[in-house]
């Protein structure tokens, strides 16, 4: 038997019994869907997060003192360990363009004339370098020494009149302390500007350590410490080089942060790259658990596949049977089953595509994400929509091939 005949008694097959075999694909289609649904939202989830962020991050070395074996995320479990002058000294380092330091500054409220509003966390103290000049959409950066200030889109609009470049705000910590400082910028961006403050469109505020958090910390304590520092290459290809320098002088006698390291506490050095390819296989993974998930929706499809063509083997047995007494041989029996699964699996894997490539466009615009559709898959989706139905239609098939002819004429 022709493969094209095998196509059209299959097809006749298919279209005798529309809504056994829209049943039969359904879970096919579902399986499919499910599977380009969640690999679009995890590729899509992957460009939002990671892909504004600058090329020149790799010039960054972040670094911070934690708990041997901790673990988790950038920064965690960080120490306050660096003084103002181990960051003056980093500076002085060949190939070292800047060095700052980043630490969150434990705050209670903020106040824009007779309007305040809470704020426990996303007040930063930092160096002017760590933000970009190109993502501030109005004003500048602030300047290191100077009580100012630069807020993201949601800080700003956190009061009932907008914050605006050249207002007055006051950041109130716990003890009865404030500063107040002058907006000098408003960022075109609420993300997060580095891999220490997540990538959630939280209320942000970044003042200068220098003078701001050096003064409050010197309030409570004669040693303020900073719970990190990011040191900046000159260029890429010194950042190994630049690394160890600065490695060398932290963990030196030399320096402030020697007195609080040691066994209790180990030192991390990790580049932007590095702390962003952890933050992308940590997304990786997160997709291919979710995908493995939606994957049991396909071996559900299959078994579907597989009893709906044992059915039609047990309803076709005279057919068979008539078949096989005018000449034809098993392998024509097999073709032509085999044939028909494929069709179904197929027909469910183009229709998965299509309503996975619709519900993923849905998912990303309701967690507005930038859409990203992983055409590979797509691929794959038609592939494994056709070996589905194969595999399930393989025993059918067979047991179908064996048919005794006489027996299954005999059939009622």
Same mark, same amino acid.
């Given at each position: ?5 095998? *196509? ?15 049943? =039969? ?29 600058? =090329? ?82 109005? &004003? ?46 408003? *960022? ?25 958090? *050096?003064?409050?910390? &010197?309030? %409570? ?11 900046? %290459? ?7 080089? =630049? ?24 030192? =991390? ?6 702390? +962003?390819?952890?933050?992308? /296989? ?9 995908? &493995?998930? $939606? ?48 069709? +179904? ?25 930038? +859409? ?20 399930? &239609? +393989? ?8 048919? /005794?002819?006489?027996? $299954? *004429?005999?059939?009622?």
């Amino acid at each position: 038997m022709k493969l094209r005949e095998s *196509l059209r008694l299959s097809w006749r097959s298919i279209r005798g019994h529309t809504l056994r075999s829209t049943l =039969t694909t359904l879970g096919v289609v579902i399986g499919i869907a499910a599977v380009i649904t969640f690999v679009t939202l995890g590729v899509s989830l992957e460009a939002g997060i990671l892909g504004d962020v600058e =090329t020149g991050d790799t010039n960054r070395i972040y670094v911070w003192g934690s708990p041997p074996e901790q673990g988790g995320g950038p920064g965690e479990g960080a120490e306050l360990v660096f003084t103002q002058r181990d960051v003056t000294e980093l500076r002085d380092l060949e190939d070292v363009a800047a060095a700052y330091p980043w630490t969150p500054l434990p705050t209670e409220s903020m106040a824009h004339g007779n309007d305040t509003v809470p704020i426990r966390q996303g007040v930063i103290a930092t160096g002017p370098e760590y933000l970009d000049s190109a993502q501030i959409d109005d &004003g500048r950066q602030f300047t290191e020494g100077e009580r100012e200030a630069v807020l993201n889109p949601v800080a700003a609009a956190q009061f009932e009149g907008n914050v605006s470049v050249g207002d007055r705000i006051t950041v109130s910590v716990p003890g009865d302390s404030a500063v107040n400082v002058t907006v000098v910028g408003i *960022l075109d961006t609420s993300e997060g500007q580095g891999p220490f403050e997540g990538f959630g469109e939280d209320p942000r505020v970044y003042l200068p350590a220098d003078p701001v958090y *050096l003064d409050l910390a &010197g309030e %409570a304590t004669d040693d303020p410490r900073y719970l990190s520092v990011i040191v900046e %290459a000159e260029s890429p290809r010194t950042v190994e080089t =630049t690394r160890d320098s600065a490695r060398d002088y932290l963990t030196s006698n030399a320096s402030d942060a020697s007195d609080y390291l040691g066994d209790d506490l180990e030192l =991390t050095l990790q580049t932007g790259g590095e702390l +962003l390819d952890q933050i992308r /296989d940590i997304l990786d993974r997160v997709t291919a658990f979710v995908t &493995g998930i $939606a994957v049991i929706s396909l071996v559900v499809g299959a078994i579907g596949i597989a009893n709906i063509m044992l059915v039609s083997v047990t309803e076709r047995t005279r057919e068979i049977g008539i078949m096989k007494a005018v000449g034809a041989q098993n392998r024509d029996v097999l073709t032509l089953f085999l044939t028909e699964a494929a069709i +179904l699996g197929v027909i469910g894997a183009v229709g998965g595509t299509v309503l996975g490539a619709v519900a993923g466009w849905a998912a990303t615009e309701y967690a507005d994400l930038p +859409l990203s559709y992983p055409f590979e898959w797509f691929a794959i989706a038609v592939g494994v929509g056709v070996l589905v139905g194969i595999v399930s &239609g +393989l025993y059918p098939a067979w047991r179908a091939a064996r048919t /005794d002819p006489i027996e $299954a *004429l005999r059939y009622e």
